[in-house]
């Protein structure tokens, strides 16, 4: 068993837009459309965005893959690329990413050291990559509801065997929350409105608040 020494305070500072990069591994039209049970496929498309737009607002790094395009994984679904035309694509044949030398490339080349990573599917596709990253001393942020997997048995066993390895779990919120961290930084208009776009009830609950505000 190899021990892999990483900086404790690498492990506990904050996530913050200048040292986070963003992985969006395999969100791909097939692997989206069929054999996904533990979330349905509009909500997971809809965190992938999020994420996505926030990766955007906060100009993080942001790395796009696919796993075997040309076969029934078909291509990235086309509002990812529409959000982030600028962000690379690594097209690779290889199931875990971080066995791809082009993919690991681009992720040091960011000179990031904490990597927020989201996959289709979450056992596979996110799992691999997230569990080899932790072992070359990255620190790794699973988001899981911009994950999806065959069933929640696969779910659960996903988030065990990368928690055992050292990554953390976590969720689209908790992330864009991290990296705002103060409602009075300059981002705070642009993320308030994706929490306003892309949360289920925010944008009706905010404007009945407001409603209610000028009775």
């Not at 992985?23 to 097939?30: F, M, P, R």
């Not at 705070?188 to 000028?214: C, S, V």
């Amino acid at each position: 068993m190899t021990n892999i020494a990483i900086d404790n305070k690498v492990l506990f500072e904050q996530l913050t837009p200048d040292n986070a990069a963003m992985l969006l591994i395999d969100h791909q039209v097939g692997t989206m459309a069929f054999g996904l049970t533990d979330i349905d496929a509009v909500n997971l498309k809809n965190n992938t965005l999020w994420l996505a737009e926030a990766a955007k607002v906060f100009s993080l790094p942001t790395i796009l893959t696919t796993s075997n395009p040309d076969g029934a994984n078909g291509p990235l679904f086309p509002e990812l690329i529409a959000t982030l035309p600028e962000a690379p694509i690594i097209d690779r044949v290889i199931i875990n990413a971080w066995n791809d030398p082009a993919f690991v490339d681009a992720v040091k080349k960011t000179k990031r050291q904490k990597l927020i990573m989201a996959g289709v599917t979450a056992d596979v596709c996110l799992t691999f990559p997230a569990v080899s990253a932790v072992g070359e001393g990255f620190d790794v942020y699973a988001v899981m509801d911009a994950s999806g997997t065959v069933n929640q048995h696969a779910m659960y066993a996903s988030m065990f065997r990368m928690s055992q390895a050292g990554v953390k779990i976590a969720n689209t919120n908790m992330v864009l929350a991290e990296l705002q961290a103060d409602w009075t930084k300059p981002t705070a208009a642009e993320i308030g409105g994706l929490y306003m776009n892309r949360l289920p009830n925010f944008g009706y609950i905010a404007a009945h608040l407001d409603y209610l505000a000028k009775q």
